[in-house]
């Protein structure tokens, strides 16, 4: 899960990011974690064991990430990676075999990426 902020108060967004990675670098099925910050703009990027992992290390660092978004820094995108067997697995098995919905070419570049565009 990679969300994507636009910053407006580094001063005030550093130590949340902060408190971000290290509550994420505090679950055991977290593999990896960082920021990315290229100007104004910061990327998350969290890799964690399984879906399950994922979902709890997200639960734990909501509180930051809402705090981040309520002031200093606003979210541009949210990008979701996985395999391509397991999105066709877990989003498009129960309705078909194969997914309807085109892929766009990052995601054919990067297997089984798919972005959703923030408000």
């Known amino acids: ?4 902020l636009k910053l407006k108060n580094w001063d005030i967004a550093r130590p949340l990011m902060q408190d971000i990675v ?5 679950k055991s099925g977290c593999r990896f974690v960082s920021w990315a910050k290229l100007d104004d703009d910061i990327q998350w ?20 990430l809402s705090s981040l978004t309520d002031g200093p820094a606003e979210l541009t995108s949210l990008e979701v990676r996985a ?7 877990r989003l498009f ?5 194969q997914p309807s919905l085109p892929l ?9 990426a798919c972005e959703s565009q923030g408000p």
């Not at 290290?22 to 505090?26: D, G, L, M, Q, Y």
């Not at 395999?83 to 697995?89: D, P, R, V």
């Not at 098995?93 to 075999?97: A, F, L, M």
């Not at 766009?104 to 089984?112: F, I, P, S, V």
């Open 45 to 64: 990027r969290g890799v964690y064991v399984n879906g399950d992992d994922a979902r709890v290390g997200l639960e734990d660092i909501a509180p930051f």
């Open 104 to 112: 766009h070419e990052g995601a054919r570049a990067q297997e089984g």
């Open 22 to 26: 290290r509550t994420a670098n505090e």
């Open 1 to 4: 899960m990679n969300p994507r």
């Open 83 to 89: 395999t391509a067997e397991l999105w066709i697995k």
């Open 93 to 97: 098995s129960s309705c078909c075999t």
